[in-house]
């Protein structure tokens, strides 16, 4: 019989490479959507990445991979980066960063070009925006004078941040809802970092003693609340920073618990409905609205059901 991590990935990945039109933002099914076309590529480009550095990658992903290869070679996908201003730098970085091996690289190489070296410096950019442009223009291969993952540490959302308790406001964004631990762009922010630190699972994300203990005592809360809230999107992710950090997350109650919420929260089809029960499409909900609400949590979830699921690196 089949574990629940195995459920959710086969049931995710069929419902993604049954619904690639909408990730291709040149097809007619994306353009009757209005779901951020740009970003949907990106992460799909993420879940093949990732996906494609295990030792045994999911045949299911064949075809999302082959429009990854197809789209990285477009020129006109670099250009949908300027219709989201306040991404755009951000976007090209991952663009470039995801290129897949052996393509034509000649859009990846004129996309990099264009970003202005300010973007890639520290300056005037937070301890969680400098982690994130090191990861991806590391993995670019791109120049760039971020500070070491080292010096970063310390004053990382993983590490810096505090659990709110009931009735606090957690930061200067405000109290967070439903006495959530942290504010929604907080928690956000703290799995982000996990997966830049740790390359979503490849490495050791550097942090020891009390630093870990923290970092994991915080991700604990906040899945425990995501749990009890039906919060699927964070809930998938902070599994997976479970796992970054050194946890089996099936061994912890917490993770054992989201799982298993996953697990309720998916439909026949494979799809994880939205980023939360509050937020779920109605059944009868045409096609691209469906797939703007649900892509994003049913890959994010296929994502990690994929790497918990996969031995560590020694």
């Known amino acids: 019989m089949s574990s629940p991590l195995e459920r959710l990935s086969a049931g995710a990945l069929g419902w993604l490479g049954g619904n690639l039109d909408y990730f291709d933002p040149f097809s007619a099914s994306a353009r009757s959507a209005t779901h951020g076309k740009a970003k949907a590529a990106l992460e799909l480009a993420l879940l093949c990445h990732c996906a494609a550095r295990l030792a045994d990658p999911p045949e299911a992903l064949g075809g999302a991979g082959a429009l990854v ?82 010096e970063l540490l310390s004053h990382s959302p993983l590490v810096a941040f505090r659990a709110a308790g009931p009735g606090e406001a957690a930061s200067e964004d405000g109290a967070p809802e439903d006495g959530a631990p942290l504010t929604d762009p907080r928690a956000y922010a703290v799995t982000h970092t996990a997966f830049y630190l740790g390359d979503f699972g490849r490495t050791a994300p550097g942090l020891d003693g009390g630093a870990l203990a923290h970092a994991r005592d915080l991700v604990d809360r906040l899945l425990r609340h995501c749990v009890e809230h039906d919060r699927w999107d964070l809930a998938a992710e902070l599994v997976l920073t479970q796992f970054i950090l050194g946890s089996e997350p099936l061994d912890t109650p917490s993770g054992a618990a989201a799982v298993e919420c996953l697990v309720r929260a998916q439909r026949p089809d494979g799809a994880i409905p939205a980023r939360s029960a509050a937020l779920a499409a109605h059944p009868s909900a045409p096609g691209g609205e469906f797939f703007g609400k649900a892509y994003h949590t049913t890959l994010v979830t296929a994502l990690m059901a994929l790497i918990v699921s996969s031995p560590r690196r020694s």
Do not use: C
Request: glycine letters at 4%.
């Open 69 to 150: 290869r197809k789209l990285w070679q477009d020129p006109d996908l670099p250009q949908l980066f300027s219709d989201v201003p306040k991404y755009a730098s951000t976007y090209g970085l991952i663009y470039a960063a995801l290129a897949p091996d052996g393509i034509d690289a000649t859009q990846v190489r004129a996309t990099l070009a264009r970003l202005d070296p300010e973007f890639l410096s520290p300056r005037g950019k937070s301890p969680y925006q400098r982690i994130e442009i090191r990861h991806y223009a590391d993995k670019a291969g791109v120049r760039h004078t971020v500070e070491p993952y080292a």
